[in-house]
């Protein structure tokens, strides 16, 4: 469809062109000028106000009055900020002019205007167009240039009696600009794959030189069965717009044999439709909350898209889970997450952690359990905010030089290798809960301080026991005399740990302020024993 030239032209003035007393100016509502009453009033017997040129800020209560008397409303040249929602009530408006204001926005009700055939809004601050506007079935003149809209609703399409439609100057993102730049035809011919993707249940985006997925594909959520993506291969990758994940019964994507998948990765795309669409809709449920859960993925390492994606623009993690996947490392660029504040990566094949984490300052909660990490010592990093830190089920034979200045208050090196007990992590002095169940300790060293102070718990209990030699009892009984020795060595210290618990699969002893005591019941700590 060819564009014939603006026929908006002979109408608009520009402010350098406009002539006006200097008291003009200041006016500030109608309540302060009786020239706009006036206006208003002769509206009502017109059917047009003409308040162009006046410098109002806002759209008056006697405007919105006029009701279904105004069919043709002047507003251009003035510094509106915002258009309000009861222009509805123009019910027989038929011409809008609001040109050359400071707009950054229209109404959803502007769709109510059934009669509206003209709309201006050219020379604003316009961001987006509201979807409502595809409403105005009688629009034939739509101008909104020079402003910063980014995409163009596609039901567009459906405006049938529009002939003239000028977008120029704005910063367009969607359409792109092989397709923008060829005019409205183009345009509409663009946006009727998407129609009829809602009808036929296929979308091809081939040929149209796209760089990238638009979000817009969503707009085919109901019905998209096969997205043909065959020849699209850009040298930065191929990324998916989380919104794909609204399109639930989509069985097929064809992508071109030799593309590189950016977002999501290879190891997510290869697991097939319904795997891709599950894992972006992770981030879709995630956001509210700043937080995603990319469990049982079979990553084989970190998401880079966490590190920075244009598609993720606005995505402040908070709480990144990773559970359950084949995470060899984390990578050295984890430090740029400022705003994490908990990280699980239980059940990968972690070895070590970089130094950067350092770098996270409001990190709170930190899970490594089930990796394959060997020790901690002065080489591990130091995280001054971290509150809760587990590496339960790792490999670790050795917890020395680690401790010191942290702000711990529960550490759990349960299920390890570990065979001297950690005496300077113990000693920190805002850990509450020490959990060293199932490792190699054989004794409780003197210097463990005990005293009276807010309730601590220190869990050390079932340990693996390296020879039968030590105890020629029942294995009940050789537990106990373990557990029986390590309270003694207990009671010859100062008092710190207000509750020691050794626990087993038969009983827990409990050492503290009084004598050794059994309990014949469920433990405080459960534990499985190891044979």
């Given amino acids: 469809m060819s564009l014939p030239s603006s026929s908006s032209q002979k109408f608009q003035r520009t402010r350098s062109t406009i002539s006006r007393e200097s008291s003009?100016?200041?006016?500030?509502?109608?309540?302060?000028?009786?020239?706009?009453?006036?206006?208003?009033d002769l509206a009502r017997k017109g059917g047009k106000l003409d308040l162009s040129g006046y410098s109002i800020l806002h759209v008056s209560a006697a405007m919105l009055d006029l009701g279904n008397f105004l069919k043709v409303c002047?507003?251009?040249?003035?510094?509106?900020?915002?258009?309000?929602?009861?222009?509805?009530s123009w019910s027989l408006l038929s011409q809008l002019r609001l040109s050359n204001n400071v707009l950054t926005s229209l109404p959803a009700s502007i769709g109510?205007?059934?009669?509206?055939?003209?709309?201006?809004?050219?020379?604003?601050?316009?961001?987006?167009l509201p979807e409502e506007i595809c409403e105005c079935k009688q629009l034939s003149h739509?101008?909104?240039?020079?402003?910063?809209?980014e995409r163009i609703p596609i039901d567009v399409v459906f405006l049938t009696k529009l002939h003239e439609f000028l977008y120029e100057n704005n910063p367009m993102v969607f359409p792109h600009k092989f397709v923008s730049n060829n005019g409205y035809s183009a345009i509409v011919k663009y946006f009727k794959r998407y129609v009829n993707a809602n009808k036929t249940g296929k979308l091809d985006l081939n040929h149209c030189?796209?760089?990238?997925?638009?979000?817009?594909?969503?707009y085919c959520a109901e019905r998209l069965t096969f997205l043909d993506l065959a020849d699209i291969n850009p040298p930065s990758?191929?990324?998916?717009?989380?919104?794909l994940s609204k399109c639930k019964h989509i069985s097929s994507i064809r992508f071109h044999p030799e593309v590189k998948h950016s977002f999501p990765p290879e190891s997510v795309v290869s697991q097939g439709a319904s795997v891709l669409l599950a894992y972006l809709s992770q981030f879709v449920q995630g956001k509210p909350s700043n937080s995603v859960d990319l469990?049982?993925?079979?990553?084989?390492?970190?998401?880079?898209?966490?590190?920075?994606?244009?598609?993720?623009?606005?995505?402040?993690?908070?709480?990144?889970?990773?559970?359950?996947?084949?995470?060899?490392?984390?990578?050295?660029a984890i430090g740029s997450l400022e705003t994490l504040q908990e990280l699980h990566v239980r059940e990968n094949k972690i070895q070590s952690i970089p130094s950067t984490m350092v770098l996270l300052?409001?990190?709170?909660?930190?899970?490594?359990?089930?990796?394959?990490?060997?020790?901690?010592?002065?080489?591990?990093p130091v995280i001054h905010s971290l509150e809760y830190l587990s590496v339960k089920g790792n490999e670790i034979s050795v917890i020395e030089n680690f401790g010191s200045g942290t702000n711990l208050t529960h550490f759990n090196a349960s299920e390890n290798r570990i065979e001297k007990f950690p005496v300077e992590l113990s000693n920190s002095e805002k850990l509450s809960t020490l959990l060293l169940q199932s490792n190699n300790i054989r004794t409780l060293p003197p210097e463990i301080k005990l005293k009276p102070v807010a309730a601590r718990d220190l869990a050390i209990g079932p340990q693996r026991l390296s020879s039968a030699a030590h105890f020629h009892r029942t294995a009940q009984e050789s537990e106990r005399t373990y557990f029986d020795g390590l309270h003694k060595a207990a009671g010859h210290s100062s008092r710190s740990w207000e509750h020691i618990t050794f626990s087993s699969s038969s009983a827990v002893w409990e050492a503290g302020i009084g004598e050794l005591s059994v309990r014949q019941s469920l433990p405080v700590i459960t534990t499985q024993r190891n044979h």
């Fill in 361 to 380: 300052t409001q990190l709170k909660v930190l899970d490594l359990s089930g990796n394959q990490l060997k020790e901690m010592n002065r080489n591990f």
């Fill in 209 to 218: 030189k796209l760089d990238h997925i638009p979000p817009e594909v969503q």
């Fill in 24 to 40: 003009v100016s200041s006016r500030r509502s109608d309540a302060e000028d009786p020239e706009v009453l006036v206006r208003c």
């Fill in 74 to 88: 002047w507003l251009h040249e003035n510094s509106l900020t915002v258009l309000p929602e009861e222009i509805s």
């Fill in 295 to 332: 469990s049982k993925f079979a990553l084989p390492s970190f998401p880079v898209e966490l590190l920075g994606n244009p598609l993720l623009k606005g995505y402040l993690f908070s709480k990144v889970v990773l559970d359950e996947n084949l995470l060899e490392n984390l990578p050295d």
């Fill in 112 to 128: 109510k205007l059934k009669h509206l055939s003209m709309l201006f809004v050219d020379h604003n601050r316009l961001r987006s």
């Fill in 237 to 243: 990758g191929v990324s998916l717009p989380c919104e």
């Fill in 142 to 149: 739509f101008n909104f240039q020079y402003n910063r809209v």
